[in-house]
C-alpha cells in the first residue's frame, strides 16, 4: 500500500486552500424547489443542493498547480505553447500519434462516429454510456452492449464486472464482420455498468479479437487511471506494476481513444481523440475545424489545455488513487452494512443503489430510481442521478409505451477532491433515512420528455398529485 500500512485511518491527500459556502435548506422548502423543477434534479438550481452527487464530471477540485497551470495558458489562436504541452502529455501517458482536442467527450465521440460509423453498422461496446450511445444512434450506427455474465446481477460480487464478454464479441465479429462492425469499444470503468473495472487481460483480448477481424478498437478512457487502480488491486500478476505501466499497456492494445477531461483529469471542461491511423486523423480534424476549432486547440482555451496537461499528470499519483477508491468503498460498506440494496461492489467513481429492490413496490414504469433521487433530495438535499429507465428506457413514439431498462440505478458519484469524510456521513445518513421511509415514497410518471436524451430535461409529476388536480377541476 502506498500510505504507512500502520495507520487504519486513510485520510484526504490534500489541504483545504480555498473554500465554497454550503447554503443550508430545509425539508419544506426543498419539496417545493423540487416540485418546481419538475422532480428532476438536473434542473434544481446548484445553490439549493447540500450535497452534490449529480455527477463526478467537471466537479472536481483543482489542484494548486492546475490553477498555476491556468495562469500560464497560452492563448495564442494557432500553436500555442500551451497546446504543445497538452499534446505532449497525452502522447507521453496514452501513446497515440495524433491528438484531437475538444471541448468535452462527447464531442470526441461525435467526431469518431461521424468519421467511423455508416447508416446500419453495429458498435460494440461493454456498456455504452448515454452521449455514447447517443453518439452512435445519431450517426446512423447501432450500439449494442456486450457485458459479461458477471455483471448482469448487480447483487454480486465480482472483481471485473466492467469486463466485455469475449464469446459474444467474437460472435458478433464472425456475423457481421468488418463490413457490419464500425468499430468494437470499451468503456474503463463502465459507467452505465456501475463504474466497474475491465481487466487488462480482457482489454488485451477484445483488442487481439478486433484486430483478427479487422475492425478497429477503441477505449473511451474517460476514467482510465481508476481502472487502472482496480487492475493493480485485483489482476493477477499486476499488484507489483506501476500505474503509467499498467496504463501504458492498455492503451498500447487499442487505436485509439476517447477522453472527457472531466473525470480522471480533474479539469472543469475538455477532452481529446486520439488515435494511431492518420488518415482517420485527418477526417476528424476537418471535422474538427467546422464544429469545433482549430486543431491546436479544438474546444478548449490555452488555460483548459494546462490544467488538462496538470491533472494527467496527477491522477497518476498512487496516494491519490489509493485514498479515492478506498472513500468510494467506505460510502459502499457503511450503506451496505445498514442494509440498503446496492449494485455491487464498490465502483470507482461511484455508489450505485439498486432502486428495484430498493422500492419493490414501484413497478419499472413507476420510475423507482427517480423516485429514489426526488425523496433523496427532500430528504437531505443530496442531488443524485438516475441510471434506469428514465436514463436509456424508450418511449415508443406512436403510442407513448414506455420499454423500461433493464434495471434502475441511482448513482451516487463523487467529485473528485471536493467532498470530506462529514460530507459522506451526511450522504450515508440520508439515504439510511430515505430508505426507512421507503414504503411511503410515491411513484412517478413523465410530464414531458424531448426525443434524445431525455433525462437532461424531463419533467415528472407524481400521478397521486395528477390525480388531486383532476379531481379539482372537475
Ligand atoms: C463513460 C463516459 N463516456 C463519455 C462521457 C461523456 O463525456 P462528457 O460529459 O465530457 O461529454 C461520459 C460522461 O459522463 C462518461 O461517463
Known sequence: MPLDGSFRTIIEPFRIKMVEPIRMTRRAERRVLLAEAGYNPFLLRAEDILIDLLTDSGTSAMSQEQWAGMM????????????????????????????????????AEALLFGTLVRPGQRVLNNHHFDTTRANVESSGGLPIDLPCPESIDPATDHPFKGDIDLERLAQELKEHGSSGVALVMMTLTDNTGGGQPARLANVQAAAELSRSHGVPFYLDACRFAENAWFIKLREDGQGDRTIPAIVSDLFAAADGCT?????????????????????????????????????????????????????LEEILDEDYLHYRIASTSYVHRSLDSAGVPLLRPAGGHAVYLDARRCLPHLEPRQLPGQALVAALYEEGGVRSCEIGTVMFGRRNPQTGEETPADRDLVRLAIPRRVYTQSHMDFVIEAVRRVYEQRDAIEP?????????????TARFRRPSSRAALEAEVS
Open 72 to 107: 500560464r495558458g497560452d492563448e495564442s489562436y494557432a500553436c500555442a505553447r500551451s497546446w504543445y504541452r497538452f499534446r505532449d502529455t497525452v502522447e507521453r501517458i496514452f501513446g497515440f500519434e495524433h491528438v484531437i482536442p475538444t471541448h468535452q467527450g462527447r464531442a
Open 259 to 311: 477522453f472527457s477531461a472531466k473525470k480522471d483529469a480533474f479539469a472543469n471542461m475538455g477532452g481529446f481523440v486520439a488515435m494511431r491511423d492518420s488518415s482517420v486523423a485527418r477526417t476528424e480534424r476537418n471535422r474538427l475545424i467546422l464544429t469545433e476549432g482549430f486543431p491546436t486547440y479544438g474546444g478548449m482555451a490555452g488555460r483548459d489545455l494546462e490544467a488538462v496537461a496538470v491533472g
Open 444 to 456: 412517478l410518471e413523465f410530464e414531458s420528455q424531448e426525443p434524445v436524451l431525455r433525462h437532461f
